[in-house]
């Protein structure tokens, strides 16, 4: 029988646990984004949107257009639709609109392909935040009309909720979106050719998409002023490609979860890939329910304003789970793993 008489010999088969004061600050400093502000109700949202001429371009999919007018002043094209198509199209984008409408109204919206079932607060929450993030600055109460009538290019899977929150973002900014179809949407050089025809000046698409346009041969989208980029993807190549295709562009990264309505964390296009919550949302990194301490890889959970209440095509049941950290809250398991740095920077694993 072999004994054990030195303690510092089984130190790492034990879990450490963050400090009292490494705990203080993940909870109450690095992993809940701070409280929303200046956040609009959404009835205020699309009240903007109405202050838009009715002859602007609100979208472009394929070679439909569908006006502010459509959108805002149509109300014979939104009655009796309560679905959004399952293909990027004109009545599609009409069908948001009419989930808006009702989400206003009601109080709740069912939206994205696996059917978040969300309170209208959810909504207006991730609206202010792409709000903010468009502007890349506070809000400013301006009148839509008088606005830049930017172009935004949506390349994310149509049936990602992130459209819903994009859209809404867009029409109360003014703004004109190009929403392309699902052959466009897979083929980089057909991305590049609406984005250089439109004069697109944000592009809102996965992360590889930068990399993916520099390989196709394409080094120059000098009218993008702005790249939100979704996943986890980083490295010099993706921040080369993007300083290639739009030397003066801003660019974030940021962490989605299949429950959440919109970004759940963002951060600056790194070779690390750091990010931090956004405001309204909250991420713990847990290891059986307990927290990790920084630089300790656990499993990450979600919460937040913007946290579904549930998946309404009955998916996932089991990964909604008590927050063992806030008295009533939830949380969602999500299938990744990350850390925190000794600065507080959340460093989700590719």
């Known amino acids: 029988m072999t004994v054990v008489d030195d303690i510092r010999g089984v130190d790492p088969l034990v879990l450490p646990g963050p400090t009292a004061v490494e705990r203080e600050r993940i909870l109450g400093e690095w992993a ?5 502000y200046d956040v609009s109700a959404l009835v205020t949202v699309i009240r903007h949107g109405q202050m838009v001429p009715e002859g602007r371009v609100a979208a472009r999919c394929a070679d439909e257009l569908v006006t502010y007018g459509d959108l805002f002043g149509g109300r014979d094209r939104i009655q009796g639709v309560h679905r959004t198509s399952a293909l990027p199209t004109a009545t599609g984008v009409i069908a948001l609109h009419a989930e808006f409408i009702t989400a206003s109204r009601v109080g709740v919206g069912r939206f994205g392909a696996y059917g978040l079932l969300l309170g209208a607060d959810a909504l207006a929450v991730a609206v202010a935040d792409r709000r903010c993030v468009a502007a890349d600055r506070r809000l400013r109460r301006n009148d839509p009309a008088l606005r830049p009538a930017d172009v935004r290019l949506l390349a994310l899977p149509w049936g990602d909720p992130q459209n819903a929150v994009d ?20 083929d980089p050089a057909l991305l590049a050719g609406l984005i250089e025809t439109h004069g697109v000046t944000q ?32 490295g010099s190549a993706l921040t080369e490609a993007v300083r290639c295709l739009s030397p003066e562009a801003v660019a974030t990264v940021a962490f989605h ?60 049941r ?4 008590r927050d063992p950290y806030e008295s009533g809250a939830r949380l969602f398991r999500t299938a990744r793993r990350g850390w925190w740095t000794p600065e507080g920077r959340l460093i989700i694993e590719s």
């Open 32 to 36: 809940t984004g701070v409280e929303p």
């Open 203 to 234: 592009v809102v698409a996965d992360a590889e998409l930068p990399v993916l346009l520099m390989a196709e041969g394409i080094d120059q989208l000098p009218t993008v002023a702005r790249w939100d980029l979704v996943g986890t993807y980083g």
């Open 318 to 321: 089991e990964r909604f789970v």
């Open 257 to 316: 979860s299949p429950a959440y309505l919109g970004a759940l964390a963002r951060g600056p296009l790194s070779p690390t890939g750091w990010t931090r919550p956004v405001p309204g949302a909250k991420v713990l990194l847990l290891d059986e329910g307990r927290l990790v301490p920084p630089g300790v890889v656990g499993d990450v959970y979600v919460g937040g304003r913007a946290l579904a209440a549930e998946l309404t095509d009955g998916r996932e």
């Open 167 to 186: 859209l809404l973002a867009a029409w109360s900014a003014g703004a004109s979106v190009v929403v392309p179809t699902e052959t466009q949407r897979r």
